[in-house]
């Protein structure tokens, strides 16, 4: 029993005495676990501690030499120059001494050159408009771009969404920044044009051009079309659909007999009331939003040429007078 003792302690001693051993460590596994079944067996239950422990040493790995932990030590002793804390040239003046890219002093760009912008100046609206008032020059569009009328045309049948027939027949364009809406065709070099609310176009489905009664209405009231609130484009809508499902052609005489023009007063846009006791049609929404500011201009082309004609295009200072729109007559 101690022969075989003694003979596992010089073989662990051997093992220890090597750590760098290129043994495979499946061959260290399996001679570990015939040992670890060798002395279970034969060893006495007084000499298992000891044997553990030199099994243990065995299969401990002894830390590498300070020169195997880091590659970067030979370097840096064959090489001091690139050492962090390596002395300066006393003969080297220090502002020619290399510094990092982060230490070292940033020189001043040159500043570029100032380019003026020349910046387009709005005339002199008020002088222009003696007669609007601040509110009136203030209401401007903000569809300004291209992209904001192909924004329009979003969700409407195709070449639809301006002209009954096609949209070609048409020339919708956006409003310069800050033009109000009751500029005319001055600024336009006389082209003549009219502003309308983009509302109208989604909600209302107003489409070009105009019918006879929609530009006898606007003739005998006197208005351009955006001077009318979108509610009162609602109730032209709906009374010329009643009247082309009866079969009659709508008529302005009628219209007023059942509808009144509301002087706007302090505010901006015609509306229509119905009359009482006639009142056909109730309004289209008691608070209309998200609506003022949004125009655009229509012009006009070559392919319909009268698409214009015969209709009041520019805002009318309709003030405050009460006749403005008194108009007293029954249906013939």
């Not at 006879?212 to 079309?225: C, G, K, Q, S, W």
């Amino acid at each position: 029993m101690w022969d075989v003792f003694l003979c596992f302690a010089f073989f662990s001693a051997l093992r220890v005495s090597n750590p760098l051993s290129t043994s495979p460590p499946c061959s260290s596994v399996s001679f570990f676990s015939v040992e670890s079944l060798y002395l279970q067996t034969l060893i006495s239950s007084p000499f298992r501690l000891l044997a553990v422990f030199l099994m243990a040493r065995s299969k401990v790995t002894p830390n590498p030499p300070p020169s195997s932990r880091n590659p970067l030590t030979k370097t840096r002793r064959a090489n001091p120059s690139s050492s962090r804390h390596s002395p300066r040239d006393p003969n080297v003046p220090s502002s020619q001494v290399a510094r990092p890219a982060s230490s070292r002093p940033s020189q001043s760009q040159p500043n570029p050159p100032h380019t003026s912008t020349v910046v387009r100046s709005l005339p002199d609206y008020k002088q222009l408009y003696p007669w609007a008032s601040l509110a009136l020059l203030g209401e401007t569009s903000s569809i300004n771009t291209d992209r904001d009328i192909l924004r329009l045309r979003k969700g409407d049948q195709d070449h639809l969404s301006f002209s009954k027939e096609h949209d070609d027949k048409v020339s919708v364009r956006p409003c310069p920044p800050g033009e109000p809406i009751c500029t005319d065709n001055q600024g336009s070099d006389n082209a003549p044009f009219c502003f309308v609310y983009a509302t109208t176009f989604k909600k209302v489905k107003l489409r070009f051009p105009f019918t006879r009664f929609e530009r006898e209405l606007l003739t005998e009231l006197d208005i351009a079309p955006t001077q009318l609130h979108p509610n009162g484009w609602a109730f032209i809508r709906a009374y010329q659909i009643i009247c082309e499902h009866l079969g009659h052609s709508a008529s302005v005489d009628l219209f007023l007999y059942l509808f009144k023009a509301k002087n706007p007063g302090d505010r901006l846009w015609v509306s229509f009331n119905g009359v009482t006791g006639r009142s056909i049609l109730s309004i289209f929404q008691q608070s209309y939003k998200d609506w003022k500011g949004k125009f655009v201009r229509v012009f006009c082309n070559d392919r319909d040429l009268t698409l214009l004609d015969e209709c009041p295009l520019y805002w009318v200072n309709k003030g405050k007078k009460e006749s403005s729109f008194r108009r007293a007559m029954g249906p013939e």
